[in-house]
């Protein structure tokens, strides 16, 4: 099972960037996947998940400016940010529980580096 990160760079405060996340590899389902971020010296937060159904959380700091989307056929998550800000530059990792039908695996992707910056 890999998780393929694209989406990601440098952008301008106040712009949009989207993220995208596709799990690929054999398996039975995917239950939750979700974005989290790191910044150095610091621990990786959540951003935004969402469960299989569609049930979506998000962070304080993004609610209101983030919307999260998955096309479950592709397992496939798409994290849109607007408005953004020099304090959301980060690394994004993806991260999706994967069911082999006998039991749950955690993954999480390589990381995608987001700057914002003028």
């Known amino acids: 099972v890999q998780l393929v990160e694209s989406g990601g760079g440098l952008v301008q405060p106040g712009g949009s960037l989207g993220l995208s996340c596709t799990v690929n590899g054999t398996f039975f389902s995917v239950n939750d996947m979700g974005w989290y971020r790191q910044i150095p010296d610091k621990e990786r937060e959540l951003v935004a998940r969402?469960?299989?159904?569609?049930?979506?959380s998000y962070a304080d700091f993004v609610k209101g400016r983030s919307a999260i989307s998955r096309d479950n056929a592709r397992h496939t998550i798409t994290l849109q940010m607007n408005n953004l800000k020099p304090e959301d530059s980060a690394v994004y990792y993806c991260?999706?529980?994967?069911?082999?039908?006998?039991?749950?695996?955690?993954?999480w992707g390589q990381g995608t580096q987001v700057t914002v910056s003028s």
């Open positions: 991260y999706a529980n994967v069911d082999f039908e006998v039991g749950y695996l955690d993954y």
């Open positions: 969402i469960t299989r159904g569609g049930r979506r």
